[in-house]
């Protein structure tokens, strides 16, 4: 089992250069947009780049872990306010997979899954989940040995390139193999390194220690500079067959330098140092540790890349943990309860607010089962048009789904911050349904306009604009800001969290202070829409839809579903009516506006779960029982 360990690093310049010429655009994207806290989970080797991650998003004033992947299923309660990105090479081990199941449960604000290989189980499992971006590349070096050697790099230089939008120099010098034989020459069989590191080079700390250990060349211990002065120093009193490795670049090269003069000459040392002061030094590092892997595992007659392995190992690695770790099942309403009580687990509520909210959901619930629905009224982006779907339009599948039901003869409304664009993507979907679009009623920019799908002059872009939507802009302009305008709408939109939280702000602050109470504000997840609170409101649709139920002799309730149903979002009035589903953020109103969606499933994939759930009949639809 294995590769020689030689040959893998002779093709680690090829892997750099193959990375920086990745288009990782698409991953520098969605980590821009990181403001809740980050999970990097990885097992085995790939660990050390979970931890080169978490260091990369902590010099960027993000909060980031790395854990493996038992240590999230412990951190289970904290996940629903936290972005979890899956490292792994293969995508397919039983850690890796129990481990975003698990995740799912919890229903983060984000998964990534960044895998070394195609189509791997972690992205037929990720496919499922509108919530998760699945990224898998094809590196030339192929599959690793028994150690991560390739692999390990294109995820270094992947995640130098997509945190910091800077690329690696492949231009490390590898130092002579005498350098490492001299050190080596030192060192016995039984030698215990003792592995030191600063600023930049804790990832680098780590995989040498996966290596010693994981191919049974030595044990190590690790620890950073001033760590190791609380008693670490010790270790070499009393265990004199030890040696230490110290990782270093200018950052603490002074600190480096005096804490090995303050140790016994006696004791063998070998630095590894960077003169870059910053992340691509790492890798630099990297290069070189695994050069010293090699030759050590030369004087223990060990090939790293395939030490062998015995036979309990394999039963081990293969366990099927996950029916051996307790873990409690929530059920549906159990999970509707606590996205709508804000809470991470059931035991942070007390008694009586738990059957408070268990007495809520059974009413609603029974209300919602006995109703007679004649139309159904949806939010657009972050409901029928996943993120992922934004610049594309609707997905074939929930196109499929609106088509079979307005053949049914009900009444269909659409209601969205959007205009023009919104109607082009609808025109898409039912370009050769003419009938159909006489029975679609369609809110432009948050309500303020509404028209049949068929009347080609809505949205009316050309009106004068609301007078105090004129002096928000008159304004706004003067400092350099410049929205998306429409006659009773501006929206603002920002590319990424940084700058969209600097905006967002000084949006908030700028508007307030102008004291215009004829406006309002909502937000969806990619912008902020200002608007007249007497004229624009997605619950204008309603009066439109009921008029055309009863024109066509169908019950007059309607349906209503969006995705961000606690204000500010853009649906809260919406989600507001007495029948009323999110599928994404819901208020904290016990009467309406629950999430009744399996774990993790969001916008087009929970409108199909819903839709899934209705019984048409003659005149009516109803829902069956979630």
Same mark, same amino acid.
């Given at each position: 089992?294995?590769?020689?360990?030689?040959?893998?690093?002779?093709?680690?310049?090829?892997?750099?250069?193959?990375?920086?010429?990745?288009?990782?655009?698409?991953?520098?994207?969605?980590?821009?947009?990181?403001?809740?806290?980050?999970?990097?989970?990885?097992?085995?080797?790939?660990?050390?780049?979970?931890?080169?991650?978490?260091?990369?998003?902590?010099?960027?004033?993000?909060?980031?872990?790395?854990?493996?992947?038992?240590?999230?299923?412990?951190?289970?309660?904290?996940?629903?306010?936290?972005?979890?990105?899956?490292?792994?090479?293969?995508?397919?081990?039983?850690?890796?997979?129990?481990?975003?199941?698990?995740?799912?449960?919890?229903?983060?604000?984000?998964?990534?899954?960044?895998?070394?290989?195609?189509?791997?189980?972690?992205?037929?499992?990720?496919?499922?989940?509108?919530?998760?971006?699945?990224?898998?590349?094809?590196?030339?070096?192929?599959?690793?040995?028994?150690?991560?050697?390739?692999?390990?790099?294109?995820?270094?230089?992947?995640?130098?390139?997509?945190?910091?939008?800077?690329?690696?120099?492949?231009?490390?010098?590898?130092?002579?193999?005498?350098?490492?034989?001299?050190?080596?020459?030192?060192?016995?069989?039984?030698?215990?390194?003792?592995?030191?590191?600063?600023?930049?080079?804790?990832?680098?700390?780590?995989?040498?220690?996966?290596?010693?250990?994981?191919?049974?060349?030595?044990?190590?211990?690790?620890?950073?500079?001033?760590?190791?002065?609380?008693?670490?120093?010790?270790?070499?009193?009393?265990?004199?067959?030890?040696?230490?490795?110290?990782?270093?670049?200018?950052?603490?090269?002074?600190?480096?330098?005096?804490?090995?003069?303050?140790?016994?000459?006696?004791?063998?040392?070998?630095?590894?140092?960077?003169?870059?002061?910053?992340?691509?030094?790492?890798?630099?590092?990297?290069?070189?540790?695994?050069?010293?892997?090699?030759?050590?595992?030369?004087?223990?007659?060990?090939?790293?890349?395939?030490?062998?392995?015995?036979?309990?190992?394999?039963?081990?690695?293969?366990?099927?943990?996950?029916?051996?770790?307790?873990?409690?099942?929530?059920?549906?309403?159990?999970?509707?309860?606590?996205?709508?009580?804000?809470?991470?687990?059931?035991?942070?509520?007390?008694?009586?607010?738990?059957?408070?909210?268990?007495?809520?959901?059974?009413?609603?619930?029974?209300?919602?089962?006995?109703?007679?629905?004649?139309?159904?009224?949806?939010?657009?982006?972050? &409901?029928?048009? @996943?993120?992922?779907? %934004?610049?594309?339009?609707?997905?074939? !599948? $929930?196109?499929?789904?609106? =088509?079979?039901? /307005?053949?049914?003869?009900?009444?269909?409304?659409?209601?969205?911050?959007?205009?023009?664009?919104?109607?082009?993507?609808?025109?898409?979907?039912?370009?050769?349904?003419?009938?159909?679009?006489?029975?679609?009623?369609?809110?432009?920019?948050?309500?303020?306009?509404?028209?049949?799908?068929?009347?080609?002059?809505?949205?009316?872009?050309?009106?004068?604009?609301?007078?105090?939507?004129?002096?928000?802009?008159?304004?706004?302009?003067?400092?350099?800001?410049?929205?998306?305008?429409?006659?009773?709408?501006? &929206?603002?939109? @920002?590319?990424?969290? %940084?700058?969209?939280?600097?905006?967002? !702000? $000084?949006?908030?602050?700028? =508007?307030?202070? /102008?004291?215009?109470?004829?406006?309002?504000?909502?937000?969806?997840?990619?912008?902020?829409?200002?608007?007249?609170?007497?004229?624009?409101?997605?619950?204008?649709?309603?009066?439109?839809?009921?008029?055309?139920?009863?024109?066509?002799?169908?019950?007059?309730?309607?349906?209503?579903?969006?995705?961000?149903?606690?204000?500010?979002?853009?649906?809260?009035?919406?989600?507001?009516?007495?029948?009323?589903?999110?599928?994404?953020?819901?208020?904290?109103?016990?009467?309406?506006?629950?999430?009744?969606?399996?774990?993790?499933?969001?916008?087009?994939?929970?409108?199909?779960?819903?839709?899934?759930?209705?019984?048409?009949?003659?005149?009516?639809?109803?829902?069956?029982?979630?």
């Amino acid at each position: 089992m294995g590769k020689p360990f030689e040959k893998e690093l002779e093709i680690l310049p090829k892997t750099i250069s193959w990375a920086n010429e990745l288009d990782l655009s698409a991953l520098s994207e969605i980590v821009a947009k990181y403001h809740h806290p980050v999970y990097i989970v990885g097992s085995g080797g790939s660990f050390s780049a979970c931890i080169y991650a978490a260091d990369l998003l902590t010099s960027r004033g993000v909060f980031a872990k790395a854990v493996t992947p038992l240590e999230l299923f412990y951190a289970k309660p904290t996940l629903k306010n936290s972005n979890v990105i899956f490292i792994s090479a293969s995508g397919s081990n039983t850690d890796i997979l129990f481990a975003f199941k698990k995740s799912i449960e919890s229903e983060p604000v984000s998964v990534v899954s960044i895998c070394m290989r195609t189509r791997t189980k972690l992205a037929a499992m990720s496919s499922n989940y509108s919530m998760c971006n699945n990224f898998e590349f094809e590196p030339p070096a192929g599959k690793d040995g028994f150690l991560a050697t390739n692999s390990l790099l294109g995820f270094f230089v992947i995640l130098y390139r997509v945190i910091t939008r800077g690329a690696i120099q492949n231009s490390s010098e590898r130092l002579p193999r005498s350098t490492y034989v001299d050190f080596v020459n030192k060192l016995t069989k039984d030698t215990c390194f003792v592995i030191l590191y600063g600023s930049y080079h804790h990832s680098v700390a780590v995989d040498m220690e996966s290596k010693f250990s994981e191919a049974g060349l030595a044990p190590s211990l690790l620890s950073d500079y001033r760590q190791f002065a609380h008693g670490r120093h010790h270790w070499f009193d009393k265990k004199r067959d030890s040696a230490i490795i110290a990782l270093t670049g200018p950052a603490d090269e002074k600190l480096c330098k005096k804490t090995l003069q303050l140790l016994p000459q006696e004791i063998p040392k070998f630095t590894f140092y960077t003169p870059l002061d910053n992340f691509e030094g790492t890798v630099h590092l990297l290069l070189q540790s695994m050069d010293l892997i090699n030759n050590y595992g030369k004087r223990q007659k060990i090939d790293p890349g395939k030490p062998g392995v015995p036979e309990y190992g394999s039963k081990i690695y293969h366990l099927r943990y996950e029916r051996l770790v307790a873990d409690e099942h929530i059920s549906s309403q159990d999970l509707a309860i606590i996205r709508k009580a804000k809470v991470n687990t059931l035991t942070d509520l007390s008694k009586a607010e738990h059957d408070n909210w268990r007495d809520s959901y059974v009413n609603f619930t029974r209300k919602l089962s006995s109703a007679k629905f004649g139309s159904l009224i949806f939010d657009y982006d972050g &409901t029928l048009c @996943s993120a992922a779907n %934004r610049f594309k339009g609707m997905g074939e !599948a $929930t196109a499929s789904l609106l =088509i079979k039901f /307005l053949k049914k003869g009900f009444v269909l409304g659409i209601s969205s911050g959007r205009g023009k664009s919104l109607r082009s993507d609808l025109l898409k979907v039912f370009h050769n349904e003419q009938e159909l679009m006489q029975n679609v009623i369609v809110g432009y920019y948050n309500g303020s306009e509404i028209a049949s799908l068929t009347n080609a002059s809505y949205p009316k872009k050309n009106a004068a604009m609301y007078p105090s939507l004129l002096i928000v802009k008159d304004h706004l302009k003067k400092m350099g800001i410049e929205p998306n305008e429409s006659p009773n709408q501006l &929206t603002f939109v @920002s590319t990424t969290t %940084r700058e969209w939280h600097v905006l967002r !702000a $000084t949006l908030l602050n700028e =508007i307030m202070l /102008l004291d215009l109470g004829d406006l309002t504000i909502v937000e969806s997840s990619h912008s902020i829409d200002v608007v007249p609170r007497n004229i624009a409101s997605k619950n204008n649709i309603l009066a439109h839809c009921k008029k055309l139920c009863v024109k066509h002799g169908l019950a007059t309730d309607a349906l209503c579903i969006g995705d961000k149903g606690q204000w500010p979002g853009n649906d809260y009035a919406l989600l507001a009516n007495e029948f009323a589903l999110s599928v994404g953020e819901v208020s904290t109103m016990p009467q309406t506006g629950w999430n009744m969606s399996p774990p993790g499933v969001k916008d087009e994939k929970a409108v199909a779960h819903i839709l899934d759930k209705v019984v048409m009949e003659n005149g009516y639809f109803t829902l069956a029982e979630f």
